[in-house]
C-alpha cells in the first residue's frame, strides 16, 4: 500500500537547519546530542498537531536562545509564524531574549521562569503547543533523571532547590491546561506528580 503524500518540506528543512545550527553541542548533563531534545519535541507537537509549521517551530524551538541563530534569520528562511513561535518559546527578559552568554543564569532564573509562565499563559493556542512539546521534553528528562539519580539529579541546575523546579513546573502546567484534552498534557501533569508529589 502506498503511503499518503504529505509536504513536509518545511519541516525537513527547520529540521537540517537545527541539525546544523546544534551541532557538537550536547545536551547540558545528559551525554547526547543537543539534537535529539528538538527531535523529541517535533513528535511531542507531532501527537497534537500535523500543522508544519508549528512542528517547524519545535524543530527550531532553541535555535534563537541557545546558537547564533536570530529571530531574523528564522523569519528570513522560514516565514512570520514560525518565527514568531520560536521567539515565543525562548527566554526573555523585558522582551529580549536571554542568552546564557549576556547575563547570570542564577540571579534571573526566577524572573526569566516567572515571565515564560506569564506569557505562556496568554500566549496563543499555537505557541502553548510547541511550549508543550519542550516542556513534556524537558520533564521527561527529569523524570528519567530522578528515577535514577533522586534528588541528586538537581546539581546540574544553575538553580538547584527541587522547590524552586516544582513551582517552575506547576506553574507551566497551570498556564497549559487549555491542552489538558490531549495526551502530552496528561502526560506533563503525570510526570510533575511522579517528581514532585508527596
Keep these: 500500500m502506498a503511503n499518503k503524500h504529505m509536504d513536509t518540506e518545511l519541516l525537513d528543512r527547520a529540521i ?3 541539525v546544523k545550527a546544534h551541532k557538537n553541542t550536547e545536551r547540558r548533563g545528559k551525554g547526547f546530542p543537543y539534537i535529539v531534545h528538538p527531535m523529541e519535541a517535533v513528535a511531542i507537537v507531532a501527537t497534537i498537531t500535523p500543522d508544519q509549521e508549528l512542528l517547524a517551530a519545535a ?11 536570530t529571530a531574523e534569520d528564522i523569519r528570513r528562511e522560514f516565514g512570520e509564524r514560525v518565527a514568531k513561535l520560536v521567539h515565543a518559546e525562548s527566554d526573555q527578559i523585558d522582551g529580549e531574549v536571554f542568552t546564557g552568554a549576556n547575563n547570570n543564569e542564577e540571579a534571573t532564573w526566577h524572573a526569566r521562569k516567572q515571565a515564560a509562565i506569564d506569557r505562556l499563559a496568554t500566549a496563543s493556542h499555537d505557541a502553548k503547543i510547541v511550549a508543550m512539546g519542550d516542556k513534556l521534553s524537558n520533564m521527561r528528562a527529569i523524570y528519567r533523571d530522578y528515577k535514577t539519580q533522586g534528588d541528586k539529579l538537581w546539581n546540574i541546575f544553575h538553580v538547584k532547590d527541587k522547590a524552586s ?31 514532585f508529589g508527596d
Design 165 to 195: 523546579h516544582e513551582w517552575h513546573y506547576r506553574g507551566l502546567a497551570n498556564s497549559l491546561k487549555e491542552l489538558s484534552g490531549t495526551f502530552a498534557y496528561q502526560e506533563f501533569v503525570k510526570l510533575i506528580e511522579e517528581v
Design 16 to 18: 537540517v537547519y537545527a
Design 59 to 69: 524543530a527550531l524551538h532553541d535555535t534563537i536562545e541557545d546558537t547564533d541563530v
